[in-house]
């Protein structure tokens, strides 16, 4: 644990009476309580994610919590930012949880930084901590986390947030797989909408927030078996939970230092670029009536939508293998077959460059990638007109 606590490693009568159900079970009891006062722990983002793991936290005697968020409260965050009230709209969010969770628990020491966690200060900050838990919604602040505790050799969780559907892992604990080992590479900001862009149920933040609180609480307490090399999936609607498997790649280079262009996204989805600085594509374009002759002629590639499911009810074209919207493709690489042609297809052909450039950079062969030039609208102009061109979405 890092050594920065100045509170007494007894706990007190007061503390006795408050965390009695947990001094109740053999794998905590006082010795496992006083492990729990004596950590800290740092949590990115005090919003959905971070609601409940602040409170479940700091309800647990976590000694030291660091939160961080350069936000303020605002009306349309309380469907699921649970820790904050009508009372502390228009307050900065560090403020509204340390207020909060002092009347929650007024023995534990609350950290607040009222800033963006970034390249220039992660190291700073995570180093004063025992482990982070991840609330943020954007891949660049997520890259930062994962290199940055990678450099510092501590473990973090991660947890990710969309519409109905959530995700929980446990990165570079004890050796293990990091972030990177399952996404190599950041991908284009299309990847990730915001709550905001495409908005979320309301409990579902609190569903994989406790989770990432339970999983904390396992690491600090060293019980159980955390969710190191495992990606833990949750669909709300139909409350089917998976766990997917996931090793460390032996071939990946260790992380030793930060750089925006390491946590920057790595591909542009640029119309007109086959390279960049750091990247050549070996990926092909490829018209709709070439396609249409190809397969004819015997071709079978898979062909992979990447649109939304408001756009596939109104038209898909045909022989399409599967859709996956462009946002979910980093969590179901496994989907895509190493030996054969994929074909990636979206409306106008702007998503399906990004995503093709995401799947070449992730590991999978150039050469057997091709963007279809002009989506839908393009086979519709030049295949099948009976092909529905719509407007947008």
């Given at each position: ?12 009568d007061?503390?006795r009476?408050?965390y009695?159900?947990h ?5 905590v009891?006082?010795k ?6 004596e950590?800290s ?8 994610l971070?609601?409940?793991v ?9 000694g030291c919590?660091g ?13 699921r930012?649970i820790?904050?009230s ?11 949880v340390?207020?909060r ?9 609350i950290?607040t930084?009222?800033c963006r ?7 700073e900050?995570i180093?004063k ?14 890259y930062?986390i994962?290199?940055t505790c990678e450099?510092l050799?501590k473990?973090w969780?991660?947890?990710s947030?969309?519409r109905?559907?959530g ?8 050796g293990?797989?990091?972030?990177r080992?399952?996404?190599?590479q950041a991908?284009?900001p299309?990847?990730?909408p915001?709550?905001a862009?495409a908005g979320?149920l309301?409990?579902l933040?609190g ?11 396992k690491?600090?307490l ?12 949750i ?9 997917l498997?996931?090793?460390?790649d ?6 030793t ?5 390491a946590i920057?996204c ?6 007109d670029g086959k390279?960049?600085a ?6 092909e374009?490829i018209?709709?009536?070439e396609?249409?002759?190809?397969t004819?002629a015997g071709w079978k ?6 649109r939304t499911?408001i756009?596939e009810?109104?038209?898909s ?5 599967i859709r996956?919207?462009?946002?979910k ?8 077959p190493?030996d ?6 979206c409306?106008?052909?702007e998503?399906?460059?990004?995503v ?7 590991g999978?062969?150039?050469e ?6 002009g ?7 030049t ?5 529905t061109?719509?407007g947008s979405?």
């Amino acid at each position: 644990m890092v050594p920065r606590r100045t509170m007494s490693a007894k706990l007190s009568d007061a503390e006795r009476d408050r965390y009695m159900r947990h001094l109740m079970l053999p794998q905590v009891g006082e010795k496992g309580q006083i492990r729990l006062k004596e950590s800290s722990i740092l949590v990115v983002g005090a919003g959905g994610l971070g609601s409940p793991v602040l409170l479940y936290l700091a309800s647990a005697g976590i000694g030291c919590i660091g939160i961080i968020d350069d936000d303020v409260v605002e009306i349309s965050n309380l469907q699921r930012q649970i820790i904050h009230s009508s009372l502390s709209i228009g307050d900065p969010k560090v403020d509204s949880v340390s207020n909060r969770l002092k009347e929650l628990n007024p023995e534990i020491i609350i950290e607040t930084y009222d800033c963006r966690l970034n390249v220039d200060n992660a190291l700073e900050i995570i180093s004063k901590f025992d482990l982070v838990v991840d609330g943020t919604d954007n891949f660049a602040t997520r890259y930062t986390i994962s290199d940055t505790c990678e450099i510092l050799d501590k473990p973090w969780i991660f947890g990710s947030i969309h519409r109905f559907d959530g995700q929980v892992s446990v990165f570079n604990h004890r050796g293990g797989p990091n972030y990177r080992d399952l996404f190599p590479q950041a991908p284009p900001p299309e990847f990730a909408p915001n709550c905001a862009e495409a908005g979320v149920l309301g409990v579902l933040p609190g569903l994989v927030g406790s989770i990432q609180a339970n999983e904390a609480l396992k690491i600090i307490l060293d019980i159980g078996e955390p969710l190191s090399g495992k990606l833990l999936t949750i669909d709300a609607l139909s409350m089917q939970i998976r766990s997917l498997s996931f090793f460390k790649d032996q071939k990946r280079q260790k992380i030793t230092e930060l750089s925006e262009e390491a946590i920057s996204c790595a591909v542009t989805g640029n119309q007109d670029g086959k390279g960049s600085a750091n990247f050549e594509y070996r990926y092909e374009d490829i018209l709709p009536t070439e396609f249409k002759s190809r397969t004819s002629a015997g071709w079978k590639p898979f062909f992979l939508d990447v649109r939304t499911e408001i756009e596939e009810n109104i038209v898909s074209l045909p022989n399409t293998s599967i859709r996956i919207p462009i946002e979910k493709i980093p969590s179901n690489l496994e989907l895509f077959p190493r030996d054969r042609d994929i074909v990636v297809y979206c409306k106008l052909g702007e998503r399906s460059i990004s995503v093709v450039q995401f799947l070449e950079k992730s590991g999978l062969n150039g050469e057997n990638l091709y963007n279809l030039v002009g989506g839908v609208h393009l086979w519709s102009d030049t295949v099948d007109s009976s092909i529905t061109k719509y407007g947008s979405y």
